[in-house]
């Protein structure tokens, strides 16, 4: 078990070495629609890249995600076939989001040996991720047309 001190050091250098072997600029927070963001999480473990959609309009939450969820064979075939699909995701504090996500378990964010595998599996799969985004950008952002 690790104090709270380590664990913010693991965490900081775990994030500044994941930048300096893929220095790039992800999506993340610009995917220029309101509260839908692409994220990375690791912990001790799991590593998952994330979309969430979290409008606080609930229509629009529920548009954004079946607009995705029109695109599922496409995503699923083409881009990320391990990609899982979740209209009613509820985080600890109790809100509910739409998630999409792609998973690794059995690895630890604690054990530096399986750094590498979270940063190949954490590049390889956002960018997938963002090719499918960057290409249906404008059908996922534009809420006149319907799914």
Known sequence: MYSKEESL?????????FAETYPRK??????KIKDV????????KKAQVLLDIEPKEEEK????FEKIQSLQTILLED??????????HYLESGKV??????EKPNVSL??????????????ETMSQFEVFFYEYEDYIKD???NT
């Open 37 to 44: 963001t692409f994220k990375f999480f690791v912990d001790n």
């Open 61 to 64: 939450r529920k548009i954004y």
């Open 9 to 17: 050091k693991i965490k900081k250098e775990f994030w500044v070495q």
């Open 110 to 123: 604690n054990n530096k040996s399986n750094w590498n595998e979270i940063f190949d599996f954490f590049n």
């Open 79 to 88: 881009y990320l076939p391990e990609a899982i699909l979740e209209r009613n």
């Open 143 to 145: 809420l006149e047309i």
């Open 97 to 102: 989001i739409s998630r999409i996500w792609v």
């Open 26 to 31: 992800w999506i993340l927070y610009d995917t």
